[in-house]
């Protein structure tokens, strides 16, 4: 029987092996992740489940891979992908053999170094198990620390003030996701925090944590010393790529094509881990949940053979407080941007444009636009910056027409 | 046993629009697809985002919040997070209202 293998039981990867079998794919199926829970969405830890709001959400209910005959090897940490015997190398030494394999093994999040950032108390986010520590010492807490700005780290600020605690956040930049929005749209997310009550900290970073066998503050390059009952130390991910082995090509992920194919051809990648040739962008590796939901779906019919290019725009979302924001497209070096709406009443949208081209949509609280201009961005437009202006223009207008 | 509750009236929902509306305790949508009327839950099965707030192009609403997709016609999910269907329900427009069949419980 053909035995298709998923390594990597997150949004990707538990997407990818349910899509194999809802497509009609009736070999064997394996889905080995290294958390002990069937695949679960994160979006939420940082959000609704943060705040006790929600429970887990699952990318399918746990006793669903069982009543569609995937085999599920959760709790179990996958060592390599042996290209030359074409077998998935467990711990404790078994050998999982495949036809085709799916690296989905995510990433994980950076650890600086620190000093003091292995004491109790300083917490980062990734996995449920973080969010649940963060949950419980927030409940004993009036105050917390935290380390980044970029969307983690502002939706858990958002969260932890809305639980009643007060959150000094300090950042290296200027503005929050300065890198990626600028400092006009990231002034908006810092204004944002601000009347929410955060105190903010720029151009700024930790130097180390101190406390008596647990957090009790951060003292930061310039001298500050911050205290608190718990810190939260968000400052990005890297992608988890040791399964590759010296089998699979690695750079900066596990480069795969634009069909989400690696240099090897029955192994593919998909999620947070995949450097995709992006026909649009170019190789980008990108760390948001539509995208590892998306190529799942995508891979797994291209392992059944459709052979179709991936070319979606990029989507997310984050709630902080009451803002909905949403972005979607990918871009680095922008050098025109058009608004529509106030970004001062905090509804907006801005497009990022380089050379006349929408390259990237940004919104707070103006629901259509954003995913209403991605079959612009994947059609490489150039719209006028009068339409992108007027908040009156329906951007389904300017679509191409379809072929 | 099942019946025919008005929620609102005639041509109260435009082409091209989504409208949320109560039956009972019910929350249910009512989308207008070129002049054809369909109704289903309200709440996204995935997170329970309104659907009503989504966008509908032809005959497929998308969730404002996570992007989950239903097909209004037949309330599968297709597309995004959400993995279970939307109830579906038969509307009609008599006599000046709008009315919904729905079960009993």
Not at chain 1, 55 to 63: A, G, L, N, Q
Not at chain 1, 245 to 260: E, K, Q
């Amino acid at each position: 029987m053909t035995t298709f293998v998923v390594v990597g039981a997150g949004e990707a990867g538990g997407t990818a092996a349910a899509t194999l079998r809802e497509e009609g794919f009736d070999g064997e199926i394996v889905l080995i992740g290294a958390e002990p829970m069937a695949p679960y969405e994160r979006p939420p830890l940082s959000k609704e489940y943060l705040r006790g709001e929600s429970d887990h959400v699952f990318v399918r209910p746990p006793e669903w891979y069982g009543e569609h005959a995937i085999r599920t090897r959760f709790g179990t940490r996958a060592e390599r992908v042996n290209v030359e015997d074409s077998v998935v190398e467990l711990e404790g030494g078994e050998r999982v053999p495949y036809d085709q394999v799916v690296i989905a093994t995510g990433s994980r999040n950076r650890r600086p170094p620190i000093p003091g950032l292995e004491l109790p108390g300083v917490f980062d986010l990734r996995f449920a198990p973080n969010a649940d520590a963060i949950k419980e010492a927030a409940e004993n807490a009036t105050k917390a620390v935290l380390v980044g700005m970029g969307f983690i780290g502002a939706e858990v600020t958002a969260s932890l003030r809305q639980l009643g605690l007060e959150a000094t956040v300090i950042e290296a930049t200027s503005t929050p996701m300065e890198r990626v929005l600028g400092p006009e749209l990231g002034g908006a997310i810092a204004a944002l925090h601000r009347d929410h009550g955060v105190e903010m900290i720029f151009n700024d970073g930790a130097e180390r944590f101190e406390g008596d066998g647990r957090f009790e503050a951060m003292v930061t390059r310039e001298g500050r010393r911050i205290e608190g009952d718990f810190a939260v130390v968000g400052v990005g991910v890297e992608p988890v790529t040791e399964v590759a082995g010296d089998g699979v090509p690695v750079d900066n992920g596990i480069p795969v094509d634009a069909t989400l194919r690696t240099a090897v051809e029955n192994v593919w990648a998909v999620g947070d881990v995949a450097r995709h040739d992006h026909p649009v962008f170019g190789p980008i590796r990108v760390e948001h949940f539509d995208n590892a939901l998306k190529m799942g779906e995508r891979v797994a019919k291209n392992m059944l053979g459709a052979g179709a290019v991936f070319d979606d725009a990029h989507w997310f979302w984050s709630d902080q407080y009451d803002a909905k924001i949403e972005m979607a497209g990918f871009a680095t070096q922008w050098d025109d941007m058009v608004v529509r709406g106030s970004i001062e009443d905090r509804s907006f949208s801005a497009f990022l444009l380089k050379d006349g081209q929408l390259l990237s949509t940004f919104s707070m609280n103006r629901k259509f636009d954003v995913r209403r201009s991605m079959p612009l961005i994947s059609a490489r437009l150039r719209p006028e910056r009068e339409q992108l202006a007027d908040p009156e223009l329906d951007l389904r207008t300017l679509r191409p027409p379809k072929e | 046993m099942s019946e025919w509750v008005k929620v609102g009236s005639a041509g109260e929902v435009p082409d091209g629009e989504v409208t949320a509306f109560s039956a009972g305790d019910r929350q249910i949508a009512i989308a207008n697809v070129e002049g054809d009327l369909h109704a289903f839950d309200e709440l996204c099965t995935h997170q329970q985002c309104s659907l009503a707030e989504g966008e509908l192009e032809g005959t497929t609403i998308e969730c404002a919040c996570h992007g989950s997709m239903f097909d209004v016609t037949s309330g599968e999910a297709i597309g995004g997070p959400a993995v279970d269907p939307l109830g579906v329900y038969q509307v009609k427009e008599e006599d000046g209202e709008l009315r919904v069949l729905v079960e009993e419980e």
